[in-house]
């Protein structure tokens, strides 16, 4: 499955950096961009695990930047 989720208050392109590397290292994700420009973070991930990976990832962002929301 792959979807694409609007990121609030990202500031910098060098966090949404780290935040896509943190989040490539969940077991289940195939592939994962966080576009600081756009403000929009792709994930593709395993169908049957894929709110489980999202909650993963929105906590990886968090630590990245804990002013930052993942719009659902």
Do not use: W
């Amino acid at each position: 499955m792959k979807k694409v989720y609007e990121l609030e208050d990202l500031d910098c392109a060098h966090c949404a950096a780290k935040m896509q590397e943190a989040v490539s290292k969940i077991d289940g994700v195939t592939s994962v961009t966080v576009n600081f420009l756009s403000q929009k973070m792709t994930l593709e991930a395993d169908d049957d695990r894929f709110d489980d990976i999202l909650k993963l990832a929105i906590k990886e962002i968090k630590k990245v930047e804990p002013d930052c929301t993942v719009v659902v």
